[in-house]
Structure formats: C-alpha cells, structure tokens
C-alpha cells in the first residue's frame, strides 16, 4: 500500500512539474504588451491655445477626454507613448494610461474629434481684456423703463407686406410677444396693442397708447429692404408737441 501511494505521488509531482515547465516556457514566449503611439503638439495663435493629440483610429476612438479649467483629463484605452515637444505651455503629468494637461492661463475650453489622421483636438480661447471689459459693461447695462406698449402692425385683413407665404402682420407679432416675454422676465411691466391676429385701428391704437402712459411705446413694421431702421420722436419737437394735443 505504502508502495503504491509513493507511486502515486511520484506520478502526480511529474505532472506538476510538466505543468510548470510548460508555464514557464508560455511566459517567456509571450512578447511584452505593445504601446500605442501618441504624438503630442500645440500651437498658439493671438490668444488661441490649440492641444491636439494625434494616434491611430480606433484608439483615439475610444480615448476619453474630461476638461474643467485648469485641468484636462486624457483617458486612453492602453498604455502608450507620447511624444511632446519640448517647453509646453501647459504642466503634463502622465501615468500609464492617462495624461493631464494642466492649463497656466484661463479661457474658454472646447474639444473635438478630426479624423485622417485621427486626433483629439482641445481649444482653448483665451478672453482679451477688451472682451472682459465690454462682457463687464453689457452686464452692468440696465432697462430703466418700466412701463411698454408694444405695438405689432397691422393685422386681421389688414397684412401689410406679403412675400409668399409670409406676411408683415405675422411677423411683427411674432416679434412683439418676444420683446414682451424678454421684457416681462425682467420684471417689466407690458402692454401688446394686438395679442392676436386682429386688425386695430389707428386711432384705437393711439387711445390704448394713451390709456397706458407708458414710459415707452415701440411699434414693429416690416420693409422690403435688408436694413433696420428706429425712428423716434423728441418731446420737445413742435410736431410731437402737436400731435399730443391732437390725439389728447
């Protein structure tokens, strides 16, 4: 029995060390995994910073980017090279499969793909203090009216100005319930002379105007030219003045 055992276990070590063997020899014979190639390049122009990250096809295709300034996250699907010129603009940190980019100068950010060849492309505009200055100015703008009548022509059987099947009343109503809207969210108080598609006399025009004692009244029309034209009238004007005494 005691023999038969040591037979066995004889047996069962030369199966284990043929295992082994044949393991070890798989190992060796495997080659080391490939690293893709990524070619790194930049370029400046005024106050465009352009990152492109340039490889084969389908790897791109599958390479992951993240961008919130200052940082812009580069997943790949494998390990890979890179190649990258010498002084960048930006820090780079690497890892075995992923890049980030590290922006020193603050702008707005964009991404995209182009293909022949296949490259991760990332814009960044950097905002000239000229732009900053007028972003600066348009927000501190401010609507000091309160009170408007707005004043859409025409309507009803009255169409104004037809070219197909366009006609000046739809537009001019179309564009008085968009002032409106835009006026009422901010906080403004409007009057539209027609809602509707209706016709509205001149002089129901003028006593709804006057009615409302607007801070200001706009009235739309529509011309066959491409130009856009505001005409306005002064207060202090003898024909205005005469006008107010006519329609009071």
């Not at 096809?57 to 961008?67: L, N, S, V």
Request: net charge positive.
């Amino acid at each position: 029995m005691l023999k038969s055992l040591r037979k066995a276990f004889l047996g069962l070590k030369k199966i284990l060390y043929i295992l082994l063997s044949v393991s070890l020899l798989t190992a060796v014979s495997l080659p080391a995994q490939k690293k893709t190639d990524v070619l790194l390049k930049f370029s400046k122009q005024g106050g465009l910073l352009r990152i492109v990250c340039e490889s084969e096809e389908t790897f791109i295709a599958k390479t992951k980017a993240t961008a919130a300034f200052p940082h812009i996250k580069i997943e790949f699907p494998e390990p890979f090279n890179l190649t990258a010129p010498k002084d960048l603009p930006f820090e780079l940190i690497l890892s075995e499969k992923s890049a980030v980019i590290i922006l020193k100068e603050k702008g707005e950010m964009k991404s995209f793909r182009l293909s022949n060849p296949a490259r991760l492309v990332f814009d960044i505009q950097k905002k000239e203090k000229s732009q900053e200055k007028q972003g600066q100015e348009k927000q501190s703008t401010q609507i000091l009216s309160k009170v408007f009548v707005i004043d859409a022509g025409h309507g009803g059987y009255d169409f104004g100005i037809t070219a197909g099947n366009a006609n000046e009343k739809d537009v001019c109503l179309n564009l008085a319930k968009e002032l409106a809207t835009a006026l009422s969210k901010k906080g403004k108080k409007v009057f539209l002379v027609r809602k509707v598609d209706q016709y509205v006399s001149l002089a129901d025009r003028i006593s709804f105007v006057n009615q409302k004692t607007p801070d200001m009244f706009i009235s739309f029309h529509v011309s066959t030219t491409n130009n856009f034209v505001i005409y306005n009238t002064k207060p202090e004007e003898h024909a205005s003045n005469e006008m107010r005494k006519s329609i009071s």
